[in-house]
């Protein structure tokens, strides 16, 4: 499956132009990263390709067809607050089964003890939730994943981790990666290749 | 000369659970920190490791149900509860680590007139807006109208003209341009070179290195180590514990390869040494009690087999 962006254009309401003519195509397995100045728009680019906002002008495809609207989008985006993305309210279990039920090799692969799930969120650190936030994600028809600022508020460890963890799903089921962080190094240290946003 | 002081502070949070069960969740333990005027220290460590909640000690911003002890003196003198809210803004700035700190419903150019003591606020305003960027229209702008970076740099403007001795600066470069972030950290030198002492929370090690002259690790409420910036180096064989020397590993331009496990959590400590689960070192003595901050080197260590 190939995903593909073309001429993409946005702007909120009648302000200026954030980006225009922007085309990206990631193939399956392929590692992309996206870098341009802060307040250029890249988490709204971010939003666009995972079927969040719709482009002012431009499509987006999956294998040549549009996407909207299908029951699981695979196309998953994680970005930089997990305690945003997480219900407060419920336990940990019940925010990781939403979608999908990871094996205990998966757990083990991002970290996650047993004991966790059974936490309200409130109790885990800002890691540790990152961590189920990018399980959840990576659900078995998950194709592309969107990482947009994802490992930016931790520490280098952890980060580490949970690329490590990233890049060998990627690899065993040959998952396409869009890499969005103003982190120089990381992208040099994760991409084939890099497109600027201007 | 040190100008602020913190000396074994511990912070503990008691949560009441469902059945009015508690639970304790000891947040800093044992935690001494020394600023120094004209010197900047950079604080670097585990996600959740407490370095936002050391700022807020110092600051006296911790929430009330905080179990606090341990001392800390400013200038040589007892830096109580009273005097803290006494100083801050005024000696002591914070430059906090979420933008929510402005007040939502003062447009911006007040906010910062109103933290200038010395001089004509609207001059200092206006000067250090354009130093950061910020347009003149800015100024009458409300916090919800910025983006991420412009309400990064207008908190730093405001600890700026303060003209405080001690500034605490929690992640202030997040969402900056590599052009604004190095102006912002060369603001940072010229605080310190001019008298103040300032402390730099940070996850960028490589922004901490090009400012700072030392750096402490944390690590699950306490510090690790303390070390002067040039042992962080090669494959951090001058450093002096297994926690700094696996962080600086796991660094994208270096290894990139992380230990295995994360920081225990703050209700379950372990009894001993609180690296000691995951630490490649350890021995049976060192789960005997907690290690104590000693000198080796040019610097501090928390390790009984650190060399
Ligand atoms: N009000 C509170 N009640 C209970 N626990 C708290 C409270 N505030 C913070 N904590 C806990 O204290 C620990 C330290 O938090 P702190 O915000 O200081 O981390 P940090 O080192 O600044 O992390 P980061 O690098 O993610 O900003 C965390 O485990 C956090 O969950
Ligand atoms: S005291 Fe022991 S367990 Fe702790 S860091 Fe040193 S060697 Fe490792
Ligand atoms: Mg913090």
Redesign the interface.
């Known amino acids: 499956m190939q995903l593909e962006a073309r001429d993409i254009g946005f702007r909120y309401g009648n302000g200026a132009w954030l980006f225009r003519g922007v085309n990206l195509t990631v193939k399956p397995g392929e590692i992309v990263g996206i870098v341009g100045p802060s307040g250029q728009g890249k988490t709204t680019f971010a939003r666009i390709l995972a079927g969040f906002e719709e482009p002012i002008e431009g499509t987006v495809t999956l294998d040549g067809f549009s996407v909207q609207n299908k029951g699981y989008y695979p196309v998953q985006l994680v970005f930089q607050h997990p305690e945003k993305a997480i219900n407060p309210r419920w336990k940990m279990h019940k925010s990781l089964h939403e979608g999908w039920k990871p094996d205990q090799a998966l757990l083990d692969t991002f970290g996650i003890e047993r004991e966790w799930l059974t936490r309200w969120p409130g109790e885990l650190s800002g890691g540790e939730l990152q961590r189920f936030c990018v399980l959840r994600a990576l659900g078995p028809e998950t194709r592309f994943l969107i990482a947009d600022e994802m490992t930016t508020m931790l520490d280098a460890i952890t980060q580490a981790q949970i690329w490590h963890a990233v890049l060998e799903i990627s690899r065993k089921r040959n998952m396409g990666i869009v890499v969005i962080s103003h982190e120089a190094k990381l992208i040099e240290r994760l991409c084939d290749r890099v497109i600027e946003l201007v | 000369m040190p100008i602020l002081e913190v000396k074994n502070l511990s912070v503990a949070f008691t949560q009441y659970t469902t059945g009015f069960k508690q639970k304790s969740h000891q947040v800093i333990s044992d935690l001494n920190v020394t600023l120094e005027a004209g010197k900047i220290l950079a604080v670097?460590?585990?996600?959740?490791?407490g370095k936002s909640l050391l700022a807020h000690a110092i600051l006296g911003v911790l929430p009330t149900n905080a179990k606090v002890s341990g001392s800390m003196t400013y200038v040589g003198e007892e830096l109580t509860h009273a005097r803290k809210i006494a100083l801050r803004g005024k000696e002591i700035a914070l430059v906090p680590q979420s933008v929510n700190y402005l007040d939502p419903l003062m447009k911006v150019g007040k906010q910062v007139r109103t933290s200038v003591r010395t001089g004509d606020p609207k001059e200092a305003q206006k000067n250090v807006f354009e130093r950061y960027h910020l347009k003149p229209e800015v100024e009458g702008m409300y916090p919800f109208e910025l983006?991420?970076?412009?309400a990064r740099r207008t908190l730093l403007s405001t600890a700026i003209v303060s003209g405080a001795k001690v500034i605490i600066a929690d992640?202030p470069t997040?969402?900056?341009?590599?052009t604004v972030m190095k102006e912002a950290l060369g603001n940072f030198r010229e605080l310190a070179d001019s008298g103040c002492a300032v402390m730099l929370i940070t996850?960028?090690?490589?922004s901490a290195l090009s400012i700072a002259d030392e750096i402490a690790v944390f690590y699950a409420g306490t510090t690790v180590e303390i070390a002067p910036v040039t042992d962080f180096t090669g494959k951090g064989e001058a450093l002096r514990h297994p926690y700094s020397k696996?962080?600086?590993r796991?660094?994208?331009?270096n290894d990139?390869?992380?230990?295995?496990?994360?920081?225990p959590?703050s209700?379950a400590l372990p009894p001993g040494c609180l690296f000691e689960p995951r630490c490649p070192w350890a021995t049976s003595d060192c789960r005997k009690g907690r290690p104590e901050m000693r000198e080796l080197r040019d610097g501090t260590v928390r390790c009984i087999h650190a060399t």
């Open positions: 670097v460590g585990a996600s959740g490791s983006s991420g970076g412009m992640e997040p969402g900056l341009d590599p996850h960028d090690i490589d696996a962080l600086w796991a660094l994208p331009q990139f390869i992380p230990i295995k496990g994360s920081q959590h209700s």
